[in-house]
């Protein structure tokens, strides 16, 4: 979703009712009691994708760090939809869920802008190595293509998401 997009959910019900309602009507979304085992199992994925993070910055992989943390969040994501009845294929469906089910509520608009940063970035790199076939230059090259710094901040705010997301489940 690009940030006008955002912006246009965000501040129109219509526009987010209306996006959510091709989505179940395409079955992209889907209503469905989440249980707990598999609520659970995201929550225990996310933890482990932030470590993953945290590692992999530590021995230099910036750039698997950050699809590492895209993953914490996105888990962390499909715990909430599942925990309200929705499970999801796509990444823009579970965004549209989580605006209606917890913006202005227990998350801030500023978590949502963090949690479309994250799909974007890595939508960005899952198209660079598919699409311009240069798994190898992607993989293998010296260059350093994300600063470490960026990725650290990157990092602390999924945490920062992983454990508020945590505190919701935990208190519904």
Known sequence: MNEEQLKGVLNKKEALDKRIANYLKQKILVKQKGEQTEINGHVTKAEHNAQFVKDTLDDGYSDWAIVGCYY????????????????????????????????????????????????????????YVKTKDEREKASYSSQIIFDKNNVEDLRLKTLEFVRKAQNILSTQ
Not at 85 to 109: M, P, Q, R, V
Request: proline fraction near 0%.
């Open 72 to 127: 914490a969040a996105y888990h962390m994501a499909l715990a909430l939809i599942l925990k309200r009845g929705y499970y999801s294929k796509n990444h823009d469906a579970t965004l549209c869920i989580l605006i209606k089910e917890y913006y202005n509520t227990e998350l801030s608009g500023s978590d949502i802008e963090l949690l479309n940063k994250i799909y974007l970035d890595n939508e960005d790199i899952l198209f």
